[in-house]
């Protein structure tokens, strides 16, 4: 759980509440590799951020793999103040991912995207081990929690 912030165009920002909802919750989660009760939360509640405001008028319909296939105002294309920072909670947690993927930071443009995940070792390009890039490299997932459903949304993203 927490502030949503978004990389875009070689920065952080955050999202404003407007049109905020728990369908774009549930495509945060998604996109972050949680399941859960996904819970859209307005109103800076994890406290407001600090630069730009990158992205407004997010409207998911739920089913989409990232923010980034939401319909939504153009980059940078804001009229709000960071009172009304985004946030969304993903609770309860299955999984224990890369800690620092937990802080519902959201890849949009790197040689590889933040969060991008791959299969390893298989005998086969649609079987292995789940490595996920983050900060310049692959790291493993621990498989505690681990069910059908994670395994799913790593086939989505692949």
Same mark, same amino acid.
């Given at each position: 759980?927490?502030?949503?912030?978004?990389?875009?165009?070689?920065?952080?920002g955050t999202i404003c509440?407007?049109?905020?909802?728990?369908?774009?919750?549930?495509?945060?989660?998604?996109?972050?590799?949680?399941?859960g009760n996904p819970k859209?939360?307005?109103?800076?509640?994890?406290?407001?951020?600090?630069? $730009?405001?990158?992205?407004? #008028?997010?409207? &998911?319909?739920?089913?989409?793999?990232?923010?980034?296939?939401?319909?939504?105002?153009?980059?940078?294309?804001?009229?709000?103040?960071?009172? #009304?920072?985004? @946030?969304?909670?993903?609770?309860?947690?299955?999984?224990?991912?890369?800690?620092?993927?937990?802080?519902?930071?959201? $890849?949009?443009?790197?040689?590889?995207? #933040?969060?991008?995940?791959?299969?390893? @070792? @298989?005998?086969?390009?649609?079987?292995?081990?789940?490595?996920?890039?983050?900060?310049?490299?692959?790291?493993?997932? &621990?498989?505690?929690?681990?069910t059908d459903l994670n395994?799913?949304?790593?086939?989505?993203?692949?």
């Open positions: 759980e927490g502030r949503v912030e978004v990389y875009h165009d070689g920065k952080w509440d407007d049109q905020w909802d728990d369908r774009d919750a549930e495509v945060v989660c998604r996109q972050l590799g949680l399941s859209a939360l307005s109103w800076a509640h994890y406290g407001q951020g600090s630069g $730009p405001i990158l992205l407004d #008028e997010v409207e &998911c319909s739920g089913n989409e793999l990232s923010l980034d296939q939401c319909k939504k105002s153009d980059w940078g294309q804001q009229n709000c103040d960071h009172i #009304e920072d985004a @946030g969304v909670s993903c609770d309860p947690f299955t999984g224990c991912f890369l800690s620092p993927l937990l802080s519902a930071e959201l $890849p949009f443009s790197h040689p590889f995207a #933040e969060g991008t995940v791959r299969l390893a @070792g @298989g005998h086969s390009p649609s079987e292995g081990r789940v490595e996920v890039y983050y900060n310049g490299d692959w790291g493993t997932i &621990c498989d505690d929690g681990w395994a799913q949304v790593v086939c989505r993203q692949l």
